[in-house]
């Protein structure tokens, strides 16, 4: 079975302006630098990411929200984490045009399947 979505009225489209797209597209692309900035630290330093990981199983929002800060990124960081891992939202910094987000999820513990 299929979703069913609205279709689109058979009129005229309004004139296309890929202005807003375009810069959209681009702000997208500062957070993918920052995210690649912030992976490769993870993925490189042991220790950066043993001290992120430490921060967040003690539940030290601001202490992990500090140490990504760290690494110069100039995007909005929201984090979110549990005992599997931690989840990144980069969003435009404070007074930029809110046009995107960038969600990264990344896993720190794998737990076996339940069989009850």
């Known amino acids: 079975m299929f979703a069913h979505f609205p279709r689109m009225p058979a009129?005229?489209?309004p004139p296309i302006d890929p202005t807003l797209f375009s810069q959209s597209a681009a702000t997208a692309q500062t957070l993918m630098n920052d995210a690649a900035a912030v992976l490769k630290k993870l993925a490189e330093s042991r220790s950066f990411a043993t001290s992120v990981m430490s921060a967040a199983q003690?539940?030290?929002?601001d202490e992990v929200k500090r140490l990504i800060r760290s690494l110069g990124i100039r995007s909005k960081t929201d984090v979110?984490?549990?005992?599997?891992g931690i989840r990144l939202?980069?969003?435009?910094?404070?007074?930029?045009?809110?046009?995107?987000?960038?969600?990264?999820?990344?896993?720190?513990n794998m737990f076996p399947p339940f069989h009850g």
Do not use: H, M
């Open 11 to 13: 009129g005229p489209y």
């Open 58 to 61: 003690e539940g030290k929002t």
């Open 80 to 84: 979110y984490f549990n005992p599997d």
């Open 89 to 108: 939202t980069l969003s435009p910094p404070p007074g930029a045009f809110p046009c995107c987000q960038l969600v990264i999820g990344l896993r720190w």
